[in-house]
């Protein structure tokens, strides 16, 4: 039997099972790596997250080539076809592969047409395993996420004495949810100038006639494993001290604040979650760091990304088709063009995504995802558009934080309630509302701030469904006091927005 071993996109990881297992007879061991055009055609995908990916898979196949692995590596318009050439090349009897996290693409391999075995590894790369998710949530009547969180805290003992959290509370939240003060002074960044390689990857996708989306001109991200080491020791040493307060604070021009920049690197695997929770851990104690800052920090990794990562992979296929608030409004324009939308919110977020790929949790959660919330976009449609636009975007991690915490669209499978605010959380968290044609405290004029009307019409439109929930009946209450002639200006703003196709 000759095993080949098919290295995926977002598994560069010279740990990851399926090199692991054959490392003693990689002398002997066929590997593949594929740039499929096909693949980067599904979708407007953001420029520079394809330079990221395919420039660290050929840094990667450099690298594994140093190692004396034997490495092909294929620039094809699909994967079937230079498989299938490889394949018999080696005369390949098992193809060896880490399972991807994506269920489409799962699914996809396994119909491919090869003259061969198909081995899927267990996937290595999270720290809990799908089946030990499963057996913690076929356990509980709740699926919630600081449950989890504490669990995992015992399970790994993280920020842990014996049995009770370090600083005896499990989360410090409240201290994080500062909004920002004047002349903030803000780290700097640790970007990275395009070597040869990632300048040859740039011109190659530049030549391409493919739909595509963003800047690609800007292009400063890591692409190595040692780059993306830096990364993270430099957000260790500038940035965790401060990272708590300010994590939800906006402010216009800052694009990174104190935030760990880190996620496209592990989620193509460059990084592991452990080796980034220890450094944040070691940090707090030989630096004496700040408890709020480094719990929030680690919360990020070993809760919300592992919590996601399990509701994926628990949940079946159709959660991708989820709508609970049956919203169908399609996604406007301004989404892929940024400085076309009067909201400066929506703006300044929009701008930053088109230049970088990158936005916070904050502008994620309360401005891009709120706004299409309350305004009552279909859920399928701005899950799309995040996967196009964002560099750490896919599938397993875009589902569960758009559909799920984003748009409520599961009903509540993992959000005790939705992540709907008017202007006032963007006024109080950012600087936004203070260069915007719309009036932040206004919700029934033409000057009104759309998410004033938005917001209350949509809680109008839902409220049967939402007395399900019991976190929102105080809103509810404020419904109720809402004079009926102000609510109906609020429907008809909301209305008449949708019919103006100059947003």
């Known amino acids: 039997m000759t095993i080949g071993i098919w290295i995926l996109g977002d598994r560069l990881d010279h740990n990851q099972a399926s090199l692991v297992t054959y490392q003693d007879r990689k002398h002997q061991i066929p590997v593949i790596l594929i740039e499929s055009l096909n693949y980067a055609r599904q979708r407007p995908y953001h420029q520079q997250k394809l330079v990221l990916i395919w420039s660290a898979m050929r840094h990667f196949a450099a690298d594994l080539k140093a190692d004396n692995w034997l490495v092909s590596y294929e620039i094809a318009e699909d994967f079937i076809e230079p498989l299938q050439r490889w394949i018999k090349d080696n005369q390949i009897s098992e193809l060896v592969i880490t399972q991807p996290c994506d269920r489409p693409f799962y699914n996809y391999i396994q119909s491919l047409d090869l003259a061969c075995q198909i081995n899927f590894l267990p996937d290595n790369h999270f720290l809990w395993s799908r089946e030990e998710f499963a057996t913690w949530a076929k356990s509980r009547k709740q699926l919630l996420m600081e449950d989890f969180y504490r669990q995992g805290r015992k399970k790994f003992n993280i920020l842990m004495e014996k049995d009770k959290p370090v600083g005896g509370k499990w989360n410090y939240d409240k201290q994080n949810r500062k909004p920002p003060k004047k002349n903030l002074s803000t780290p700097q960044r640790l970007w990275f100038k395009p070597d040869d390689i990632t300048q040859e990857v740039i011109q190659h996708i530049e030549k391409q006639d493919f739909p595509k989306y963003g800047d690609i001109k800007s292009f400063n991200w890591g692409v190595t494993r040692e780059q993306a080491k830096q990364v993270l020791e430099h957000f260790i040493t500038e940035c965790l001290p401060n990272f708590g307060t300010y994590q939800d604070a906006m402010v216009t021009g800052e694009y990174t604040m104190w935030h760990s920049l880190i996620s496209p690197y592990l989620n193509i695997g460059l990084l592991h979650p452990m080796e980034v929770i220890k450094a944040a851990e070691t940090a707090y104690y030989q630096n004496d760091l700040p408890i709020n800052s480094v719990e929030g920090f680690i919360r990020q990794v070993l809760g919300w990304r592992e919590y996601m990562h399990g509701i994926y992979q628990y949940s079946d296929a159709e959660y991708s088709n989820s709508n609970w608030f049956d919203h169908n409004h399609p996604l406007p324009d301004f989404f892929w063009d940024g400085k076309t939308t009067q909201m400066n919110c929506l703006k300044q977020c929009l701008t930053q995504v088109e230049n970088t790929g990158y936005a916070h949790h904050i502008q994620r959660l309360m401005v891009l995802n709120n706004f299409a919330l309350i305004s009552g976009i279909n859920p399928q449609e701005i899950e799309n558009w995040f996967h ?79 007395k399900s929930l019991g976190r929102m009946n105080l809103i509810l209450g404020n419904l109720k006091r809402i004079p009926e002639t102000e609510l109906k200006q609020m429907n008809s703003l909301a209305q008449k927005w949708w019919n103006n196709s100059n947003h």
């Not at 939705?418 to 959380?425: E, I, L, V, W």
């Open 388 to 466: 196009s636009a964002f560099i750490d975007a896919y599938d397993w991690v875009m589902q569960t934080n758009v559909l799920g915490m984003g748009q409520f669209a599961d009903g509540g499978m993992l959000a005790s309630k939705p992540y709907a605010a008017s202007a006032n959380y963007i006024n109080k968290m950012s600087d936004y509302c203070s260069n915007c044609i719309y009036d932040k405290s206004d919700r029934t004029t033409e000057k009104a701030c759309p998410f004033n009307y938005f917001y209350w019409d949509f809680i109008s439109r839902h409220q049967d469904k939402l």
